[in-house]
Structure formats: C-alpha cells, structure tokens
C-alpha cells in the first residue's frame, strides 16, 4: 500500500490564483480530512468527508472547496489564492469517523505571494 | 475552551540522554489522547493512542504516560538517539459525534551527538 499520497509537494501561487492539491488513499478509508499547519500553531481541520458524496466544514474552511466523489480522492480547492494561505497542508484518513489510527500524508508546502 | 498545551516548545538533549516532554489539556468529553511523531517535511506518524482507563503505554523507547485526573500527559524518550530529531505533537479526541481532534503546538527536540 502506498498510504496516503499527496501532490504536489511545494507550490508558489500569485494572490488570486486557483488551483487543487491532490490527496489519495488506497487502504478503502472511508473517513479523509484536510488540515493546514501553520509555525507554532496545531494542526487545524479545514474540511473532512465521512465518505463518498459526504463532505463537512471543520475548524477553517473558508477560501476552501472539497469533493468526495471516490473513496480514495480527496482534492482540496484553493478557490482564489491569499497570502494568508501560505501554509503546510496534510491530508490524513482512517478507517472510520471513531477510529482511533489516522495517517497522514507527507505534506504540500504552499507559499502564495 | 477545548484547548492542548505542551511544554517546552522546542529541547536540545545529547545523545544517549533521557528527556520528557509534557502535555496539559482541557478537552471535554475526552475520548483520547495520542501523541505523534512529525520528522521535518514529513506528516505525523502515530507512537501512542491511550484511552481513559491507560495510564502508560509503551512503542519501544517511547513510553507515554495519562493522568485523567489532572489532565496532563508525559512522553519520555529513552537512551535519545539523532533520529529522535522531530517535532513531537500531543492530540486529544472528543468523545462526542465529532471525534474531533484538538492537536497541540508540538515541541521540536533535537538531539545532538
């Protein structure tokens, strides 16, 4: 299995400017979430997906979209970039919304200038 | 306020020493509490997972410690070595229908040899 996978790994972005970060799994997780990870800060949840044709807002999901139309695709949605944005991003999964495992991605570093 | 503090931010400890790293939550209903391992550039990786009824829980050199009454976890690190270089994050889960996470600043050690 190659777990959670992510793309691209680094991205520079022009205010204003879209674009998606991608995020796959291929352990059937049902349960796939997006954060960003800021210096000094925790780990915040943007938006997460219980499953297929399910998604929910976390803790920051403004300037973000989601979608969830397979089990194992999960893009994240820059819709209008901001240099507020700049950010690590991780995409984590687990098997369920109670399950206690969740793992990660390795990261896609966005700086938005 | 559902919140996760860890001390200290960041630690330099020689090779081969013992170190602790602590976490203070106010996180209700608790579910969990995990700690994390992030090397740099890289996603977290889980070491722990303890439940309400676990005081210690071990992943070998790590060993990690709840204390449900007063709210505070321990992580201690056994005979350090360079790999142990990372930041190290404490995240508590609800127990309610979120299970949300509420994840720490983490505290970045280095080991020197």
């Known amino acids: 299995n190659a777990g959670v996978t992510q793309t691209p790994k680094f991205q520079v972005l022009k205010t204003g400017q879209s674009m998606t970060l991608q995020c796959a799994q291929d352990?059937?997780?049902?349960?796939m979430s997006w954060y960003r990870q800021d210096p000094g800060m925790g780990l915040r949840l943007i938006h997460y997906?219980?499953?297929?044709?399910?998604?929910d807002q976390g803790e920051v999901p403004n300037g973000y979209n989601v979608s969830r139309s397979t089990t194992e695709d999960f893009p994240l949605r820059l819709l209008s970039a901001a240099p507020s944005q700049t950010s690590v991003y991780f995409c984590?999964?687990?098997?369920?919304?109670?399950?206690?495992?969740?793992?990660f991605g390795p990261g896609t570093r966005l700086l938005v200038l | 306020k559902n919140q996760v503090e860890q001390s200290p931010q960041s630690l330099i400890i020689l090779e081969g020493k013992n170190c602790t790293l602590q976490?203070?939550?106010?996180?209700?209903?608790?579910?969990?509490l995990r700690w994390y391992k992030q090397d740099t550039g890289r996603g977290p990786v889980s070491l722990t997972i303890?439940?309400?009824?676990?005081n210690t829980k071990s992943n070998g050199r790590y060993t990690t410690t709840l204390d449900a009454d007063t709210k505070q976890s321990s992580l201690h690190i056994t005979a350090s070595q360079l790999s142990d270089s990372a930041s190290y994050i404490c995240?508590?889960?609800?127990?309610?229908?979120?299970?949300?996470?509420?994840f720490g600043s983490g505290t970045r050690l280095l080991v020197r040899p």
């Open positions: 984590a999964s687990k098997t369920g919304l109670a399950s206690e495992t969740q793992y």
């Open positions: 352990m059937n997780h049902e349960y």
């Open positions: 997906s219980v499953g297929a044709g399910i998604t």
């Open positions: 976490c203070n939550y106010t996180v209700s209903p608790f579910s969990n």
């Open positions: 303890m439940t309400f009824s676990e």
């Open positions: 995240v508590v889960s609800l127990m309610d229908s979120s299970y949300k996470l509420i």
